[in-house]
């Protein structure tokens, strides 16, 4: 069991920039890849990026790549998402999320899910 605690997110203006953070605890060793998700308001939740503990390769949805940058430390046991050049329609909730699966990017393949933070863009 991984339990994932966020930080970050908040309001920015168009083009502007937001790191968001989570800490991985409990049994973080046990899930070899993280991933961060987004929902929007009347959508659905959407992968954004993933990450593999073990190696760090990324990988990213088209709609961000370029501009996000997924990280992780491993000796603090968190995982970041740098967010560049933002614009409205990346407006949501996003949620960190844990998964058995190497390079993992489909819902139910994450099995441990952070408590989510609004990212507002304004134009």
């Known amino acids: 069991q991984v339990q994932l605690v966020q930080s970050g997110g908040g309001l920015v203006q168009a083009g502007g920039s937001l790191r968001l953070s989570c800490v991985a605890s409990?049994?973080?060793?046990?899930?070899?890849?993280m991933g961060w998700f987004r929902q929007a308001p009347g959508k659905e939740r959407e992968f954004v990026a993933g990450i593999n503990w073990n190696g760090g390769s990324t990988y990213y949805a088209d709609s961000v790549k370029g501009r996000f940058t997924i990280s992780r430390d491993s000796a603090k046991n968190t995982v970041y998402l740098q967010m560049n050049s933002l614009k409205p329609e990346d407006t949501a909730v996003h949620h960190c999320a844990a998964s058995p699966f190497r390079g993992a990017r489909q819902r139910s393949d994450f099995r441990s899910w952070g408590q989510g933070t609004q990212v507002t863009v304004s134009s």
């Open positions: 409990g049994r973080p060793f046990s899930s070899p890849a």
